[in-house]
């Protein structure tokens, strides 16, 4: 199956028309696309399927999980699939089935282990506060954050357990939140603020066949081994903001094969 993935076009304040790939089977969005939500409507009659799994950014300024049930009849509307601790199994014009597994797998902290974890929750403090977000009427702070993390992870995990029949043939994973310091961002290395982006999954990757993530304003695209099989590859397609020159070498018609 041939994919097209977008990631953090931020279309409440980027100047970006996104057009459909030619060869696209089915769009990915993994997250960060509009703060307003206004901009999932320029994907309501894309002439291929959409999968949508929510960044951080999504949640802005509002209660996540009413945020959530929110977005979830948006997309409907749209028909737009979203994806939060969901799967959703399609077919390619090659006939295999493709199962995709979606959350935003908000961060745990534990990037750098737990003796790290104080630290890199309290640089987390200064993105909690930019996204203002709350739930059940308290600050959606750094230790809420990490609730919902290990909530995702632990979803992941049972997700990710062999079948139990020949439901499908390979496994896509579309997470918001990066699985593995090797999606850190060069420009500002391994510092406690690197928690707030990339998650220690690198045990899970290698149960999917394909892993996509954004978060991260850059691009990447790499593989992690895997005993008598093919090797795993994680992508990440992310757009970023143009005035900081994060757009450029961007390729949005760039087809992914799985």
Known sequence: MRLQLLSDLHLETETFDPTPAPGAELLVLAGDIDATWEGLTRFADWPVPVIFVPGNHEFDRRDVDEALAGLRARCAELGITLLEHDQ??????????VRFLGTVRWSDFDLFGPAQRERAMRAAGYFTRVQQSTRAGAVFDPEAVRAAGLADRAWLETALMPPAQDAWDVTVVITHFAPSLRSADPRYGQQPGTASFCNADDDLIPRADLWLHGHLHCRHDYRVERPGR??????????????????????????IEV
């Open 230 to 255: 093919a090797p795993a590859r994680v992508v990440c397609q992310a757009r970023g903001l143009a005035k900081k020159g994060e757009a450029d070498g961007f390729e949005p018609h760039r087809l």
């Open 88 to 97: 959703t199994v399609r077919t390619g014009a090659d006939g295999r089935r």
